[in-house]
């Protein structure tokens, strides 16, 4: 007995009215801008967050202490030298103010040092090194903003002029670079101490000759790229003038190489320096900075490590959280960089 084919109720289907049906098909998302998309696989990289969040509050914390005025009392008391570090309410053996005498731990703040608490301890002259740390840490940020600032102005206008420009102008922009290239940093810096005094105003000239060059380089090969994309053609058929397609078209084009080479610029401003006060060519005497500090402190490693180790940990976690900082950015700016 052949099967019956079924029929289907006449009310099975039901028209659609004029235009419900596109509803359906819509993609329910918000548009994001490309620098909030970013920002959005930023804050999916946790080492770069953190490292964003340790560098606030380093900021915070060494430009807040200037407003305290125990932090600015760094006067000399020989009664209170080489104090390990101590810390209220809390008994943990090198943060106590215990040390190891003749194979036993005593109390350092005996006498005039009773009613003294150092957290970081003291240096060889009775000095805070709390209060010294935090100013060395400003001078290290100090540091980073001037050479962001170089990175920003003649770095991105040199390479934006060289690349926009080719030709004749390119060749001579370029030969120069190379030329500057050619001389050491540390020479540069000597040539300056023949003419300034030691400090950080020659520090940052010195930063102003050569920080920015790789900016530059960086900035002209992009420029070169984008000067011959059709919305740079298109908006110079329609007669506008170079500076406002530097501006309009090429500048928010530019803004992820300007920011991740910006960050890999910073930590190698602010070793430059610790590496200049270290070898005692860089802040002179009596102001502190993190080169210098660990400078004092492997004198006497051996017997007071917290002199050098406290500075060597607020520099390198400086650096690090720079560097992990800028592999994010670079990550987020350009997703196809991590394949």
């Keep these: 007995?052949?099967?019956?084919?079924?029929?289907?109720?006449?009310?099975?289907?039901?028209?659609?009215?004029?235009?419900?049906?596109?509803?359906?098909?819509?993609?329910?998302?918000?548009?994001?801008?490309?620098?909030?998309?970013?920002?959005?696989?930023?804050?999916?990289?946790?080492?770069?967050m953190i490292s964003l969040i340790i560098l606030i509050l380093l900021f915070v914390v060494a430009f807040g202490s200037a407003l305290i005025p125990s932090m600015n009392n760094v006067s000399t008391n020989p009664n209170l030298n080489n104090l390990p570090p101590r810390i209220p309410g809390i008994d943990i053996p090198g943060f106590n103010g215990t040390l190891v005498q003749g194979g036993q731990r005593v109390n350092a703040y005996t006498?005039?040092?009773?009613?003294?608490?150092?957290?970081?301890?003291?240096?060889?002259?009775?000095?805070?090194?709390?209060?010294?740390?935090?100013?060395?840490?400003?001078?290290?940020?100090?540091?980073?903003?001037?050479?962001?600032?170089?990175?920003?102005?003649?770095?991105?206008?040199?390479?934006?002029?060289?690349?926009?420009?080719?030709?004749?102008?390119?060749t001579v922009m370029q030969r120069i670079i190379e030329i500057m290239l050619s001389i050491?940093?540390?020479?540069?810096?000597?040539?300056?101490?023949?003419?300034?005094?030691?400090?950080?105003?020659?520090?940052?000239?010195?930063?102003?000759?050569?920080?920015?060059?790789?900016?530059?380089?960086?900035?002209?090969?992009?420029?070169?790229?984008?000067?011959?994309?059709?919305?740079?053609?298109?908006?110079?058929s329609l007669g506008e003038s170079s500076v406002k397609?530097?501006?309009?078209?090429?500048?928010?084009?530019?803004?992820?190489?300007?920011?991740?080479?910006?960050?890999?610029?910073?930590?190698?401003?602010?070793?430059?320096?610790?590496?200049?006060?270290?070898?005692?060519?860089g802040v002179p005497a009596p102001a502190a900075s993190l080169g210098t500090l660990i400078s004092n402190g492997q004198k006497s490693f051996q017997f007071l490590p917290y002199q050098m180790w406290v500075p060597a940990v607020v520099l390198s976690v400086l650096m690090i959280?720079?560097?992990i900082l800028g592999d994010g950015l670079r990550d987020a700016f350009d997703p196809k960089s991590r394949e």
């Design 111 to 170: 006498g005039a040092a009773a009613n003294h608490y150092f957290w970081f301890g003291s240096d060889y002259l009775g000095r805070d090194l709390l209060a010294r740390t935090l100013y060395g840490t400003r001078i290290s940020l100090i540091i980073a903003v001037v050479a962001t600032f170089f990175d920003l102005t003649i770095g991105v206008a040199y390479g934006i002029i060289s690349g926009w420009k080719g030709g004749k102008v390119d």
């Design 184 to 236: 050491p940093n540390l020479v540069v810096m000597i040539l300056l101490l023949l003419i300034l005094h030691p400090g950080i105003p020659a520090i940052i000239i010195a930063i102003a000759f050569t920080s920015w060059i790789n900016m530059a380089r960086l900035v002209r090969a992009q420029t070169l790229e984008l000067k011959n994309q059709e919305f740079v053609l298109a908006a110079r």
């Design 321 to 323: 959280a720079f560097n």
């Design 245 to 281: 397609i530097a501006f309009k078209h090429l500048l928010p084009n530019l803004t992820s190489v300007i920011i991740i080479n910006t960050m890999f610029t910073i930590p190698s401003a602010i070793f430059f320096e610790a590496f200049l006060s270290f070898i005692g060519i």
């Design 1 to 48: 007995m052949a099967d019956k084919q079924q029929e289907l109720p006449k009310d099975a289907f039901e028209p659609l009215s004029d235009g419900s049906h596109l509803d359906n098909e819509k993609i329910a998302a918000p548009s994001l801008t490309f620098l909030r998309d970013s920002w959005r696989r930023l804050k999916k990289n946790k080492a770069a």
